[in-house]
Nanobody, 123 residues
């Protein structure tokens, strides 16, 4: 079965950096677009970034543009999210997701999800 496993979350001070990873199995990774979302209690899952199957196209939410960078390594079946200049409002559970078509759509339209990794940014 398809599995997406996030890692790399943790506690960091404001202004710091973290790199999240999401390792995929059970699917032909290079055929899938990947995305990162985040969620805080009581709020909907928020789109952050997506990358197409080859890695040649990316897209970012305004809230993270210029601070976060998505990338992928198809040889390692892994997608990354480099997060710089972190702010306390970036505190959330971060999720990766996969779908076959590279389209900016809401969370409900993504086919596969990881279990999430907690990121906490202290002020």
């Amino acid at each position: 079965q398809v599995q997406l496993v996030e890692s790399g979350g943790g506690l960091v001070q404001a202004g710091g950096s973290l790199r999240l990873s999401c390792a995929a199995s059970g699917l032909t990774f290079s055929n899938y677009a990947l995305a990162w979302f985040r969620q805080t209690p009581g709020k909907e899952r928020e789109f952050l970034s997506r990358i197409n199957s080859s890695g040649g196209r990316t897209d970012y939410a305004d809230s993270v543009k210029g601070r976060f960078t998505i990338s992928r390594d198809n040889a390692k079946n892994t997608v990354y999210l480099q997060m710089n200049s972190l702010k306390p409002e970036d505190t959330a559970v971060y999720y990766c997701a996969a779908r076959t078509v590279y389209v900016r759509v809401g969370a409900t339209k993504w086919d596969y999800w990881g279990q999430g990794t907690q990121v906490t940014v202290s002020s």
